[in-house]
């Protein structure tokens, strides 16, 4: 992994979130009468152009404790000052947060240990954690190693940084198949490499393997290959959300189309936009993503060098 991966993924989270955020919550049908080409400013938010959200703010946030190593006390120490203080916001303020994830500070903010914060029910179920999920995939590359879709060890770090603010088994299965999927971009391979490793971990555990058919059955490139745009969902549920990023990623190769397609899908746009940008990005490189939405992302020098020290600090570390 080189540092242009960790840029590219990033910024295409960034990039992908900032283009969402002034059409969020807007419907379909809107967009397409009025679709987004470019970024835009103000809109849902009233933010200016180049702003990204929450989406990206706790991305920053894991990346930014994952550079002192694997705490999740730590995680969530640092979600709990993006929340209270604007820490990692692109204007110093906080416009965007899911509830369940507010929810989760509110009870670590009040004692409760970071693992035990997050909600476990079916209706927990928002992309709040996969949204952020990324830098995991960077971490666990170079410290367990490019085989980590392999580990359960991996795994195990995937849920538990699902479970600080979403702990039911779909929210971690999303994240840990966000991983994987990254994992194989990173590798050189595809999409459907990283989903059949994933698929192959959690077919041999008994907590997780009944959802496989239940919940993830359309996440394979040949259904979503197979799906017409009407029947893709793009809403905030984290399944939803797993299936529209991956349906653009597999749709289109190169990032601008695959980002204006995942935002004009409406509604969670900005998470829509960011998991689909992290990927997208990623497997573009930083030239992938266009020069005139970078030149407004807030932030962009801060970003690239939050990665820099990321990357420099997972030097020497693969086992």
């Given amino acids: ?31 397409e009468k009025n679709p987004v080409t470019d970024m835009r400013a103000f809109g849902t938010h009233d933010q200016p152009a180049g702003t990204w959200s929450d989406d990206t703010s706790m991305a920053l946030c ?22 209270e203080t604007g820490y990692m916001t692109a204007h110093g303020e906080v416009f965007d947060m899911g509830l369940a994830t507010r929810s989760a500070l509110v009870q670590y903010a009040h004692g409760k240990p970071a693992l035990s914060c997050g909600g476990a029910g079916e209706y927990s179920n928002g992309n709040g954690s996969l949204m952020r999920i990324l830098p995991m995939a960077f971490y666990l590359h170079e410290v367990i190693g490019p085989d980590f879709p392999e580990k359960a060890e991996a795994y195990e770090a995937i849920h538990r940084a699902s479970m600080v603010t979403h702990a039911h088994p779909v929210s971690q299965m999303a994240c840990g198949l966000y991983c994987s999927i990254a994992n ?14 994933a698929r192959a971990f959690y077919r041999t555990q008994p907590v997780f393997s009944p959802y496989l058919e239940s919940k993830f059955k359309r996440v394979d490139t040949s259904v979503l290959l197979s799906l017409p745009r009407e029947a893709v969902n793009s809403s905030g549920y984290v399944v939803d959300t797993l ?37 997208a990005g990623l497997r573009s490189g930083l030239a992938g993503i266009p020069g005139e939405w970078l030149s407004v992302l807030a932030k962009r020098e801060e970003i690239e060098e939050l990665c820099g020290k990321f990357y420099r600090s997972l030097c020497g570390t693969r086992r």
Avoid: K
Avoid at 184 to 197: F, K, N, P, S, W
Avoid at 253 to 266: H, K, P, Q, S, T
């Fill in 184 to 197: 194989a971009l990173l590798c050189g391979g595809c999409v459907q490499d990283g989903i059949e490793l």
């Fill in 62 to 83: 894991l990346m930014d404790s994952l550079t002192h190593g694997l705490n999740y006390e730590d995680m969530v120490e640092r979600f709990l000052r993006w929340a």
């Fill in 1 to 31: 992994m080189d540092l242009n991966a960790v840029l590219g993924g990033m910024l295409g989270l960034a990039a992908g979130d900032a283009l969402g955020v002034p059409v969020e919550f807007m419907s379909r049908a809107s967009l």
């Fill in 243 to 279: 299936e529209a990023a991956l349906w653009c990623v597999v749709r289109f190769c190169g990032y601008r189309d695959c980002l204006l397609e995942a935002v004009n899908l409406g509604n969670d746009t900005d998470t829509v936009g960011a998991a689909a940008g992290g990927l």
